[in-house]
């Protein structure tokens, strides 16, 4: 079956240190993305990826980094930079250069204390 | 600029009754997509339905209908015959053709009753 798979979906880390999110897709899609969710907030946009080895930064991209080395994968980096990393956090694809609809991971849950 | 308003934080709704969540948009770009998706509580993204900038009928997916009205720039989604299943919080979304980046509205929290 073709998707969007993120591991962990549960993730704990102590204060200080960085984190990657992993995110893979199948679906022979160009354009990847990040997007955070706060509780009962809506999904903000973080770094995004049209073509393998090029990304833009989104609306809240301090504090975090990505890399896009292979067109199925898209990792997340929690830096140490990043004051409140606390969140839900998102990972979609597409096929690029359309109105088409964003296909969603299930989610990673970080929690940092 | 916010470019998706969605007015109502929560809502209940009575089992097999229909419900209408309010979505307002802000572009200059005549060439958009808007797009509803369903969050339940185990957090996936689900997508309901799209409508075009420049589609002449309004969107339906089974138990799901799109009510565009283009002037004022109103993408309201209405769900028919609601079920427990239902109970969800639901995001409007806008796409625009200039840089293709999906915006989110907050969200409205829908809870069906038995």
């Known amino acids: 079956d073709g998707g969007i798979t993120q591991s962990p979906k549960y993730l704990f880390r102590k204060e200080g240190q960085n984190v990657t999110l992993s995110c893979e897709q199948n679906l022979n899609h160009d354009a990847m993305y990040w997007y955070r969710q706060d509780p009962g907030q809506g999904l903000r946009l973080i770094y995004y990826s049209q073509i393998v080895n090029d990304f833009q930064k989104g609306d809240i991209a301090e504090g975090y980094s990505v890399s896009r080395e292979k067109k199925e994968s898209f990792p997340l980096t929690v830096t140490s930079a990043q004051k409140n990393p606390t969140a839900f956090y998102l990972c979609?694809?597409?096929?690029?250069?359309?109105?088409?609809?964003?296909?969603f991971g299930p989610g990673t849950r970080l929690t940092v204390t | 600029a916010q470019k998706i308003t969605q007015t109502q934080p929560g809502m209940f709704v009575q089992e097999k009754e229909a419900v209408t969540l309010d979505c307002t948009y802000d572009t200059s770009d005549p060439s958009y997509g808007l797009f509803w998706y369903k969050q339940p509580s185990s957090g996936e993204m689900i997508f309901l339905i799209y409508q075009g900038s420049y589609d002449q009928q309004n969107a339906t997916e089974g138990r799901y209908s799109l009510n565009f009205q283009k002037a004022r720039k109103s993408a309201n989604l209405v769900i028919s015959a609601s079920q427990l299943g239902d109970s969800a919080m639901y995001f409007c979304a806008m796409r625009e053709s200039n840089d293709y980046k999906l915006s989110f509205g907050a969200g409205t929290t829908v809870t069906v009753r038995a």
């Open positions: 979609a694809s597409d096929p690029g250069g359309s109105l088409d609809e964003q296909y």
